[in-house]
């Protein structure tokens, strides 16, 4: 039973109800929240931001690795982060800076790459306040620079050099 009726004369009753409409109509209004916000949307930057006493995992000890070997290994760090904004961003970065960088700031570097993909993603498009660990970094800075993007150059993935 449907309402009363069986569902067959409940039908009847709503088509006649609409008259020449060969389709159901529904006046209900589903709300859900989108369960996958785009990027710098208020949602997204709620659902990313990283709690202060979340664990954090330590980087794994890398004993006498070569300044060539660091350089290859955050290369493809940089490219390879899991989230597509990130991916971008760092790898044109890396393509850009990495070559000229001494050991210090390799190493800070990698150390900026111990962190959250958003939170690095959001602290370099200045949606975010860093910590004080990054406020002051020199290399924050070139990384918010080359974010903005101020050569309104077209960016893609950079091709694997040997």
């Known amino acids: 039973m449907f309402g009363g009726q069986c569902p067959r004369r409940a039908l009847q009753s709503v088509r006649t109800a609409y008259r020449g409409s060969h389709r159901l109509i529904s006046t209900s209004v589903v709300r859900r929240s989108d369960p996958w916000p ?55 970065f890396a393509r850009d800076y990495l070559q000229n960088m001494t050991e210090s700031e390799l190493k800070e570097y990698d150390k900026l790459l111990d962190e959250p993909d958003w939170d690095i993603y959001y602290w370099a498009t200045e949606e975010r306040t860093p910590p004080s660990a990054w406020a002051s970094s020199s290399l924050l800075e070139k990384l918010k620079k080359h974010a903005r993007n101020e050569g309104k150059v077209v960016r893609r993935m950079p091709a694997l050099s040997e």
């Open 38 to 92: 785009l990027p710098h949307t208020p949602a997204h930057l709620k659902n990313t931001e990283t709690p202060e006493d979340s664990p954090r995992i330590s980087p794994l000890p890398r004993h006498n690795e070569s300044i060539e070997t660091l350089r290859a290994r955050l290369v493809y760090q940089s490219r390879k982060r899991g989230t597509l904004e990130s991916d971008l961003l760092l790898s044109t």
